[in-house]
């Protein structure tokens, strides 16, 4: 049974973070992989991981929860670990076989957000169960690329390490809107992606350093809002 805002008791009791009532839920035929917000299409284990509580995270896998569900976004329950820096559920996941290459609708790896916030033991649990450094999203960012952006020198020391290279390729085609953004505004492409190396050329072949898109924004509105200070 759901209350007025369509939220069921067994996602509530998720949501308090409390252990026995979520037990007496699922021994009373819940189920462990239900859609627990039709908005956002997140799961009861989405939820468990978000509140860092553990024991409930364990309690959802051990009830046989899918460890990677995606909401509407295409964020697995890893995305919600390691983008709000949660060690221990992130630990359980991976233990459960979440896959640690699982990218969201942007491409994203769970790798990518680790080194895009800075979170380096996270990081280095994801390089434990065998994150590549190579993979990179949907603009050609790779985990490299987005910690150097950040200045987080020691996960880019890290990623070296690993074997990481400052090398960006698209991994798939562009939509078709982003190729509209691409072809179109060639110079906003390059700030938004952080791609410094191409605003010079880009300028000297005409492009308009003050050319506004369809949205009303400045190539350089795109590297302040995507912090690609070099390129501000």
């Given amino acids: 049974m759901d209350n007025y805002n369509g939220e069921s008791l067994l996602y509530l009791a998720v949501k308090s973070g409390s252990h026995d009532n979520v037990e007496v839920l699922l021994d009373k035929s819940a189920k462990a992989n239900t859609i627990a917000s039709t908005y956002n299409k997140r799961s009861l284990l989405h939820f468990a991981v978000k509140n860092g509580n553990n024991e409930v995270v364990k309690l959802v896998l051990d009830r046989c929860a899918f460890p990677d569900i995606m909401d509407r976004y295409g964020n697995a329950h890893l995305h919600?670990?390691?983008s709000?820096?949660?060690y221990q559920p992130a630990q359980l996941l991976l233990k459960n076989g979440s896959d640690v290459n699982f990218a969201d609708n942007f491409g994203r790896t769970s790798l990518q957000l680790a080194?895009?916030?800075g979170?380096?033991?996270?990081l280095q649990l994801l390089l434990d169960h065998g994150a590549s450094v190579y993979k990179?999203?949907?603009?050609?960012k790779s985990p490299?690329?987005?910690?150097q952006d950040k200045n987080h020198h020691n996960i880019t020391r890290l990623l070296l390490r690993e074997g990481a290279t400052t090398t960006n390729t698209l991994t798939r085609r562009l939509s078709a809107i982003e190729y509209d953004e691409y072809t179109s505004?060639?110079?906003?492409?390059?700030?938004y992606t952080g791609q410094a190396e191409r605003i010079e050329p880009l300028?000297?072949?005409?492009?308009?350093?003050?050319?506004?898109?369809?949205?009303g924004r400045t190539p350089l509105y795109r590297a302040v809002t995507e912090k690609h200070f070099r390129i501000v």
């Fill in 80 to 82: 919600i670990a390691f």
């Fill in 84 to 86: 709000k820096d949660i």
């Fill in 115 to 117: 080194a895009t916030l």
């Fill in 119 to 122: 979170h380096l033991l996270i």
């Fill in 136 to 140: 990179c999203d949907n603009f050609g």
């Fill in 144 to 147: 490299l690329s987005c910690a």
């Fill in 185 to 191: 505004y060639q110079l906003h492409w390059a700030a």
């Fill in 203 to 215: 300028l000297q072949d005409g492009w308009t350093i003050n050319y506004v898109d369809h949205f």
